[in-house]
């Protein structure tokens, strides 16, 4: 059983994580350091979970007797089914069966919006008593910190967890539904990024004289095959196979397998990194020797001590140069378009093969690559 002193000092790790305590009560500790205490019981060989409420708002010996009232309703033979549910046992729910299997990026970036926005706000009210004004003055009051796009997105995943609830019994409705207009109009993101041969040209020559060996090589490898930061970030060795680099469909953001052309310069950078990082899991490994890859921040850092602001360049940036350039210069659009795992809207088109237009891929990034060098030796 737990103490109030082992309640109190309990620290948060990586993932979420439960401690037990008895007789069905546990302590579930979130990543933020938030803490609920959790009702888990089986009913009809199933495992439910009810949430009692956070700590240390409902202290251990309170959480206790909630339990105990629980228990005894259910010595009574009545079902726990008609409980309020609070709406982090929904968000757990959900991450649980609805979350399986997504990209690790996209679970990280979901789970932040859970954390830092969605459950300090909701996370211990009971699902029926949250309501559409509620949903929209959480999102209000992100779109005043000037992050529009992320209070859009924390109302989708509001409305995902209220649809889950809804099929699991749980709440009556989805107030997100009522929000249709009530937000900003979502603006078109563009990535910053350099189109300017002559500083295009600038800025090759400061990534070739970097001076450390991991991340002028993922700044590099980033500039050559246009792919998404992500991407390049975790690239495994397994992936690489001869002139291509095989991207699974569980990383890609379209859920696509996705083939990118090496070319002779990628492939020169991959024997650099080969003695490094070729004996572990990824190319681009993180400093901390802590088994993930680098970090987003290693190539943003570093073109930023380059010299070049956030209004000039992102590491995303580099999928645009490429595009902007090619098209400029009468590459076929739909070869382009492939190469940067971009789906047509038209379903059917959508469906494209991974390896449609290879050898015309391959000669484009081959350019790329030349084009660059040789604006790097002027």
């Known amino acids: 059983m737990l103490s109030e002193a082992q309640v109190r000092n309990m620290k948060a790790k990586e993932k979420p994580f439960m ?34 409420g956070p700590y240390p708002d409902l202290s251990l010996k309170d959480a206790r007797l909630k339990r105990d009232e629980l228990q005894m309703t259910r010595a009574k033979g009545e079902s726990l089914s008609k409980i309020p549910r609070f709406f982090s046992e929904a968000a757990s729910q959900w991450l649980k069966i609805r979350m399986k299997g997504k990209a690790e990026n996209y679970l990280k970036t979901v789970c932040l919006r859970l954390n830092k926005y969605i459950l300090p706000e909701f996370g211990s009210t009971p699902l029926n008593e949250i309501k559409a004004p509620d949903v929209l003055r959480l999102c209000r009051k992100i779109e005043d910190t000037g992050h529009d796009e992320t ?20 709440a009556e409705n989805d107030p997100t539904s009522a ?12 990535y910053a990024t350099l189109t300017d041969p002559s500083e295009i040209s600038i800025l090759m020559r400061a990534m070739k004289a970097y001076p450390y060996t991991l991340i002028r090589c993922a700044m590099l490898f980033s500039a050559y095959t246009a792919a998404r930061p992500g991407e390049v970030r975790a690239a495994e060795w397994s992936e690489i196979k001869g002139d291509l680099w095989d991207i699974p469909a569980g990383k890609m953001k379209m859920k696509r397998r996705h083939i990118v052309p090496l070319s002779k310069q990628v492939k020169e950078i991959i024997e650099q990194l080969r003695p490094l990082t070729g004996k572990g899991r990824y190319l681009f490994p993180s400093p901390r020797n802590d088994g993930r890859c680098m970090s987003d921040n290693g ?55 991974h390896a449609e237009y290879m050898p015309e891929r391959i000669k484009i990034m081959q350019w790329w690559a030349d084009w660059l060098d040789g604006l790097a030796e002027k």
Do not use: C
Not at 158 to 167: D, E, P, S, T
């Open 151 to 170: 209070a859009r997105r924390v109302k989708i995943v509001v409305g995902q967890i209220f649809r889950f609830a809804i099929a699991s019994g749980w």
């Open 179 to 190: 929000l249709l207009g009530a937000l900003s109009p979502r603006k078109s993101k563009h």
């Open 19 to 52: 401690v037990r305590d008895d007789r069905g009560l546990n302590l579930r500790v979130d990543p933020s350091g938030r803490k609920y205490w959790i009702f888990r019981y089986w009913e009809n060989k199933k495992e439910h979970q009810i949430s009692l």
């Open 299 to 353: 190539v943003r850092m570093a073109l930023r001590g380059m010299g070049f602001t956030k209004e000039q360049i992102t590491p995303h940036g580099f999928r645009a140069m490429f595009s902007t350039i090619a098209n400029e210069h009468g590459w076929n659009r739909d070869v382009i378009e492939r190469q940067l795992a971009h789906v047509e809207e038209n379903s059917v088109r959508g469906a494209y093969n």
